[in-house]
């Protein structure tokens, strides 16, 4: 899973650090300077998602030359100076064929999310692996998105756990009597949803979103067909949603964020059709994750704050708890500490009034692990690495061993905050153990933080343990 901006035939070089660029932030943190950036490109009406991360890589020397959109935003922030003098390599240094010459000027704005000319994917060495979630010229994770998902492997084997709901109603709505339905549909239904979020929990989503896709549309079909009873129907408008937020959730970890979205919007328009403000509040909650993780943070505090308003007649403040730490994941996006704050004390004092009858059955994942895993991706995205790091390792030390995925996700995040923090053994270590459970998991999120972090830990190749992490990790096979 080495980074797929580099071909088979190039080892990589370590990055040098750009120095430049650090003076340029001068006393700002790198979570201040990522929101002048995103000022400085509404005023030219560019859309970057830039975040204390990317700045922060930025400044490795990871990211050699900024793509086309980040280099108009610099250039406007710092004008009369080149590329060059911002600390960056020539565009011509680190593209492969097809490259435009140095001279040239970038091309205009454009909202098109093709790539402009000379765009290629045929880069030579790693040419912007920004912000992931850029959605201008974005190779890196567009790149991700049209891999193939594995096949073969624990999580494949898995996902063939989903046939008896396709048994029961996998053939194509043309080749069924079309009848009534009841209360045993609904009750498949539910168990579909159950099965998906089990085999999730302990494979990742890599392998089952395409499996899953079918027992979705056939729930809509069975929502079409009717039925007799207004009880029955609630349980299958209920289902449907929280089927299509289980199926988005899958897009969402396998990076098809496009994909991810319209399910979500599915289920906001069932729960809205049926008014279940529960489902409601669950297709929000979802939104708004996604928002932060696609670098719309504004749009994500504004999903959690609609939550929120959704959940609060139902009576669980563990609800209400997660949904306050997905308000807190938008504010640290808009690199806004206090609200961060707030929203982080706010989910601590409701998570601590501790369960209830009235919790969702969704929410079985949120415990203190939980807790812990989303306040460090808080820290970790406001730059503060050593915060981060803490509860990173506190969310993997208290997670319960069914839940293989998020031990492998908290362990990714600890390996990531303390590599970025200065401390490349300790970092190197977390990411063993993060290999050493990716025979079980199948999730491209992990797999793209783990390759992130890799590459901060070049430089340190000489370090004890980073060498043998660094093989390993460069011995897994490519994600097709």
């Known amino acids: 899973m080495t980074s797929s901006a580099l071909t088979s035939s190039q080892s990589p070089r370590p990055p040098r650090p750009n120095l430049a660029f650090r003076r340029l932030r001068g006393q700002r943190s790198p979570g201040e300077f990522a929101a002048a950036v995103r000022r ?26 900024p793509n086309y959109a980040y280099e108009r935003v610099f250039l406007h922030m710092f004008p009369g100076r080149t590329l060059t003098d911002l600390g960056f390599s020539p565009r011509s240094s680190v593209r492969g064929r097809g490259a435009r010459g140095t001279d040239e000027a970038p091309p205009p704005h454009t909202t098109s999310p093709t790539y402009a000319t000379g765009e290629t994917e045929e880069t030579h060495e790693t040419y912007d ?9 974005n190779h890196e994770e567009s790149d991700v998105q049209r891999r193939a998902f594995m096949t073969g492997g624990t999580a494949t084997v898995a996902a063939a756990s989903l046939g008896p709901f396709g048994v029961t109603f996998g053939a194509p709505a043309a080749d069924r009597r079309v009848h009534r339905v009841g209360t045993s549909e609904a009750g498949a239904l539910e168990e579909a949803v159950r099965r998906i979020r089990l085999l999730d929990d302990r494979h990742g989503a890599d392998g089952l979103y395409r499996r899953a896709a079918a027992p ?31 199926v988005g959730w899958l897009a969402h970890d396998s990076g098809r964020f496009e994909d991810a979205r319209s399910h979500y919007a599915e289920a906001l328009a069932t729960a809205r059709m049926s008014g279940d403000p529960a489902l409601e509040a669950h297709a929000f909650c979802n939104t708004a994750f996604l928002a932060r993780d696609a670098g719309r943070p504004r749009e994500a505090v504004r999903a959690a704050q609609a939550a929120q308003r959704a959940a609060r007649p139902l009576g ?16 640290a996006g808009l690199a806004d500490r206090p ?3 707030q929203a982080l004390a706010r989910a601590q004092t409701l998570f601590e009034r501790g369960p209830s009858e009235t919790d969702p059955e969704w929410m079985n994942f949120y415990g203190e692990a939980e807790l812990e895993g989303l306040e460090a991706q808080c820290w970790s995205t406001l730059g503060d690495w050593t915060r981060a790091a803490r509860h990173a390792r506190r969310a993997a030390h208290l997670q319960d061993p069914h839940f293989t995925r998020n031990i492998a996700l908290y362990t990714a995040e600890l390996a990531d905050d303390l590599a970025r923090g200065g401390r490349p053994d300790e970092a190197a270590l977390a990411g063993l153990r993060v290999l050493d459970l990716l025979g079980e998991v199948q999730s491209s999120r992990i797999q793209t933080m783990l390759a992130g972090t890799a590459r901060v830990l070049l430089p340190h190749r000489r370090a004890s343990g980073v060498s043998a992490f660094l093989e390993r990790h460069a011995s897994l096979p490519r994600i097709a």
């Open 40 to 65: 400085a490109a509404r005023e030219i009406g560019e859309l970057v998602s830039c975040d204390a991360r990317y700045i922060g890589r930025v400044e490795a020397g990871e990211i050699r030359c």
């Open 129 to 137: 692996t920004q912000d992931p979630y850029d959605t201008h010229e």
């Open 216 to 246: 979705l549309r056939t729930a809509y079909e069975l929502l079409d067909a009717g039925t007799t009873r207004q009880t029955t129907a609630d349980r299958l408008y209920a289902g449907a949603g929280e089927l299509a937020i289980s």
């Open 316 to 331: 669980s403040p563990r609800l209400l708890s997660l949904l306050s730490l997905r308000e807190a994941g938008g504010w």
């Open 339 to 341: 609200g961060c704050e």
